[in-house]
């Protein structure tokens, strides 16, 4: 437990007190139960603490259990802003917090309070700082909006994919290029030069006094890539609510894939219907402007779709992306994924693919999975492409 802050030390009559930094921090952190040990806040520790009550004074647990706050002179507690309210306190957190303050007090606002004018109102959408979390929030509400508040949560979707594509796609590109094996060479390039093989062959020939090595026989190899002919890789993607981070990441995902040579990339997206995404993979925007989160969730259907997309099995990785509470038939999925698995093809069954990789998913169901030989876990988009990228180069031919 924290020690309680100390008493403030009186100052001379009629001598200005300067506000001590300690104190106010400990006035922020205990709100106004502690004015009495630290004294009042002033300027812009006055408005931090009105901003942060205007968010955390609406939490009645916290409230019950005295964490925080109540402030003299805070808006009623628990009733909803106004939407002029939540501009002006965007307006003022971007003003007296650090970005990374500020974009978790946005992330509060949408899931821990919902507070939706954050991403249902044009003016608020305007001043937002664009993240992740907006992004989930605005697939999860866009059904709310009308076109000129799409039009603004368009802005958001598409810089947060931006920055998700420059981030991943070269990540995934060193996956699948350069020197994936070598082997020796007779052909002396300079490029190519063995350092590490020709110094081990040449040690026997190490003069003490000069303190060098007489190389002898240089060594030199060859650079040869995996082979990606011929291979798929089918993302089946579950458009529930609570899998929002990972339908963005698969989006991007694919789309980073897409121009890879010889990686045949498909991306399906499913509740209890099954939309085939393909032809949209390269614009990840449009594409997640399309998604429908929420509703029900028919794993068996999707993962039906996804093996008649299959052309050889050996060449392909079906990569499941759910939390695998099924409202089909288990029975009827378990038994699919089971002749993929048996007829050569690798089944991966991920409960979160996204950049935390913290997956809730149904346990009983991914065991029946895992024991028909669809192993189950959860992958950042970069891992993805690692495991794609040496699964191939087993299976290929090194050119």
Same mark, same amino acid.
């Given at each position: 437990?924290?020690?309680?802050?100390?008493?403030?030390?009186?100052?001379?009559?009629?001598?200005?007190?300067?506000? /001590?930094?300690? @104190?106010? %921090?400990?006035?922020?952190?205990? $709100? #106004? =139960?502690?004015? &009495?040990?630290? +004294?009042?806040?002033?300027?812009?520790?006055?408005?931090?603490?009105?901003?942060?009550?205007?968010?955390?004074?609406? /939490?009645?647990? @916290?409230? %019950?259990?005295?964490?925080?706050? $109540? #402030? =003299?002179?805070? &808006?009623?507690? +628990?009733?909803?802003?106004?939407?002029?309210?939540?501009?002006?306190?965007?307006?003022?957190?971007?003003?007296?917090?650090?970005?990374?303050?500020?974009?978790?007090?946005?992330?509060?606002?949408?899931?821990?309070?919902?507070?939706?004018?954050?991403?249902?109102?044009?003016?608020?959408?305007?001043?937002?700082?664009?993240?992740?979390?907006?992004?989930?929030?605005?697939?999860?509400?866009?059904?709310?909006?009308?076109?000129?508040?799409?039009?603004?949560?368009?802005?958001?979707?598409?810089?947060?994919?931006?920055?998700?594509?420059?981030?991943?796609?070269?990540?995934?590109?060193?996956?699948?290029?350069?020197?994936?094996?070598?082997?020796?060479?007779?052909?002396?390039?300079?490029?190519?030069?063995?350092?590490?093989?020709?110094?081990?062959?040449?040690?026997?020939?190490?003069?003490?006094?000069?303190?060098?090595?007489?190389?002898?026989?240089?060594?030199?190899?060859?650079?040869?890539?995996?082979?990606?002919?011929?291979?798929?890789?089918?993302?089946?993607?579950?458009?529930?609510?609570?899998?929002?981070?990972?339908?963005?990441?698969?989006?991007?995902?694919?789309?980073?894939?897409?121009?890879?040579?010889?990686?045949?990339?498909?991306?399906?997206?499913?509740?209890?219907?099954?939309?085939?995404?393909?032809?949209?993979?390269?614009?990840?925007?449009?594409?997640?402007?399309?998604?429908?989160?929420?509703?029900?969730?028919?794993?068996?259907?999707?993962?039906?779709?996804?093996?008649?997309?299959?052309?050889?099995?050996?060449?392909?990785?079906?990569?499941?992306?759910?939390?695998?509470?099924?409202?089909?038939?288990?029975?009827?999925?378990?038994?699919?994924?089971?002749?993929?698995?048996?007829?050569?093809?690798?089944?991966?069954?991920?409960?979160?693919?996204?950049?935390?990789?913290?997956?809730?998913?149904?346990?009983?169901?991914?065991?029946?999975?895992?024991?028909?030989?669809?192993?189950?876990?959860?992958?950042?988009?970069?891992?993805?492409?690692?495991?794609?990228?040496?699964?191939?180069?087993?299976?290929?031919?090194?050119?």
């Amino acid at each position: 437990m924290s020690p309680a802050p100390p008493d403030p030390v009186p100052a001379p009559h009629g001598t200005p007190v300067a506000p /001590d930094p300690g @104190l106010e %921090r400990w006035r922020l952190i205990l $709100g #106004a =139960a502690a004015e &009495r040990r630290t +004294g009042p806040l002033h300027g812009s520790s006055a408005a931090r603490d009105a901003a942060l009550d205007w968010l955390y004074g609406r /939490d009645e647990d @916290l409230h %019950r259990r005295g964490v925080r706050r $109540g #402030a =003299a002179g805070s &808006r009623e507690g +628990g009733s909803g802003p106004s939407q002029p309210t939540a501009v002006d306190w965007l307006d003022d957190i971007h003003r007296l917090f650090p970005k990374e303050t500020v974009e978790r007090l946005e992330r509060d606002a949408v899931e821990q309070y919902e507070i939706h004018e954050i991403v249902t109102d044009p003016d608020v959408l305007a001043r937002v700082e664009p993240s992740q979390t907006l992004l989930r929030a605005v697939l999860r509400t866009k059904h709310l909006m009308n076109p000129q508040v799409l039009a603004a949560a368009r802005r958001i979707v598409e810089t947060v994919v931006r920055q998700l594509m420059e981030r991943l796609q070269p990540e995934m590109r060193r996956a699948f290029t350069g020197s994936r094996t070598r082997r020796p060479s007779r052909l002396p390039l300079a490029r190519d030069f063995d350092f590490r093989t020709t110094i081990r062959a040449n040690l026997a020939h190490y003069q003490h006094g000069e303190r060098r090595i007489l190389i002898q026989r240089p060594h030199f190899h060859s650079r040869t890539r995996r082979h990606l002919e011929q291979w798929q890789l089918v993302l089946l993607v579950d458009q529930s609510g609570s899998m929002a981070g990972s339908v963005i990441h698969s989006a991007v995902t694919a789309a980073c894939l897409w121009s890879l040579p010889g990686l045949k990339t498909h991306l399906v997206a499913f509740d209890t219907a099954v939309v085939d995404l393909t032809s949209e993979v390269t614009d990840p925007v449009e594409l997640l402007m399309r998604v429908q989160l929420g509703g029900g969730t028919d794993i068996a259907r999707a993962v039906d779709y996804g093996a008649s997309l299959v052309e050889n099995p050996r060449r392909t990785i079906v990569a499941l992306v759910s939390d695998f509470y099924e409202g089909g038939d288990p029975f009827r999925l378990v038994r699919t994924v089971r002749q993929l698995v048996e007829q050569g093809t690798t089944v991966l069954c991920l409960a979160a693919l996204d950049e935390a990789a913290d997956p809730a998913y149904d346990r009983d169901l991914a065991a029946r999975l895992a024991a028909v030989g669809a192993p189950v876990g959860a992958m950042t988009p970069g891992r993805l492409a690692e495991f794609v990228a040496e699964r191939i180069g087993r299976g290929g031919q090194a050119r």
